[in-house]
């Protein structure tokens, strides 16, 4: 079994071996798919929006969205405008993984947008649009844009964007709404209502981590609840049981990758556990992989299956903590320290408040299984649980026995 750390470089992972089979566990944030393959990129809503903006700012007061685009902010604090030096201070981060894989898969859109659509149709595009450029009208559509309105229902509108964000007031019901105007009207309106009490001049809650804040609108909060970090598991195709597991996984809504988002202070996903015991499962314990116990064996999973199992999912996920860890450049108490002082640059404080946050998940996520390993011995198995559904072992754990 086997553990990776991967990060936004090319250096080959690390594997660190404790078991004969290993799954492949990834301590980072997943990247955004590919949109558009090459070729289509005309047809992806963010796209279209990103080159109407910019078509609209070139033709500057002649725009009837001119009040509006005057107000657009040129740059915000989010990390896909920071400079090389700005980036170095998130380094080892989940944060610096996505940051950077969102800026590829940008460049990516412009090339094939820059040569299908831009040179193609220079009426339109009289002036010269950089990747800068187009980074930023990516940008202000990712801070601006409601939630529910991403991928193919996409829209940017102007005014209910001014809506700005306060954790003082949570919902989980929508902010707005949208519905047809009039009776037999074709025309559609939206509407910003509030489904809680609120006084004028209050904001709204967005239920996101520090490091999806600072990617989408560049800021983030002194809350604990908002640290969190996403662990990446799947099962390698290198395993010998690679498709039982899989079969197992999808019987069970999940597939060959899943993903835990692990917040501080809050117990781990459930699902984590019984994932992590398919993954380690081998040896001995393969017979649970057998189809007879295919309806049934998720069911096992959520229990310690045996020690040997048990005692390498702690190892697993141990080691991978530790190599995470091991990639920043500061400690937790360093880090603390300067979110004490007074004065720091709004980029720095996001980058300390974000590093600061996923090493205390990391910490937490090592305590766990710390305190599991040092627990294998009082744990009762699958074994045990079987001897005890058939009456063969007391609920003290003693082996009964019968006289002829």
């Not at 990247?31 to 080159?51: K, Q």
């Not at 074709?186 to 999806?212: H, W």
């Not at 040092?374 to 005890?388: F, I, M, S, T």
Request: net charge negative; charged share 25%.
């Amino acid at each position: 079994m086997a553990a990776a750390i991967h990060h936004h470089h090319l250096l080959p992972p690390r594997l660190l071996s404790v078991h004969p089979q290993p799954p492949r566990l990834r301590l980072r944030r997943p990247l955004p798919r590919r949109a558009a393959a090459s070729g289509a990129a005309a047809g992806t809503p963010w796209v279209a929006v990103a080159l109407l903006l910019l078509r609209e700012a070139a033709r500057g007061a002649g725009s009837p969205w001119a009040p509006y685009l005057a107000i657009l902010p040129r740059q915000t604090d989010s990390t896909i405008f920071w400079s090389e030096e700005e980036l170095l201070e998130i380094q080892g981060t989940q944060l610096l993984s996505t940051t950077m894989g969102v800026k590829e898969y940008v460049q990516s859109e412009f090339e094939s947008v820059e040569a299908e659509i831009i040179s193609e149709n220079r009426e339109l595009f009289p002036g010269t649009v950089t990747f800068d450029d187009f980074l930023w009208a990516f940008g202000i559509l990712r801070s601006r844009v409601f939630a529910e309105l991403r991928g193919d229902k996409l829209a940017l509108i102007p005014f209910a964007d001014l809506v700005n964000h306060s954790d003082d007031i949570t919902s989980k019901e929508s902010s707005w709404e949208i519905k047809g105007k009039g009776l037999f009207g074709r025309d559609v309106v939206f509407s910003l209502r509030t489904p809680v009490n609120v006084k004028s001049g209050e904001q709204y809650d967005l239920d996101k981590s520090n490091a999806e804040l600072a990617l989408d609108y560049g800021f983030t909060e002194s809350n604990s609840s908002r640290d969190a970090y996403t662990l990446t598991l799947e099962i390698s195709e290198s395993d010998p049981f690679y498709d039982d597991k899989l079969d197992i996984a999808e019987l069970n809504g999940m597939g060959e990758t899943a993903y835990f988002d692990i917040v501080l202070g809050e117990s781990l996903p459930p699902q984590m556990l019984p994932y992590l015991r398919l993954l380690c499962l081998g040896g001995t314990d393969a017979f649970l992989l057998e189809a007879l116990f295919r309806n049934a064996v998720w069911g096992h999973l959520e229990l310690p299956v045996s020690q040997d199992n048990e005692e390498a999912i702690c190892q697993v996920i141990r080691n991978a903590c530790k190599s995470a860890l091991g990639a920043y450049h500061t400690t937790i108490e360093e880090d603390e320290e300067l979110l004490g002082s007074e004065n720091l640059q709004p980029r720095l404080q996001i980058a300390v408040e974000v590093r600061a946050g996923e090493k205390k998940v990391l910490q937490q996520i090592d305590d766990i299984f710390k305190q599991r390993e040092e627990e294998l011995d009082g744990l009762e198995y699958y074994q045990e649980r079987r001897l005890k559904d058939i009456g063969l072992v007391g609920d003290n754990g003693e082996i009964i026995f019968w006289e002829s």
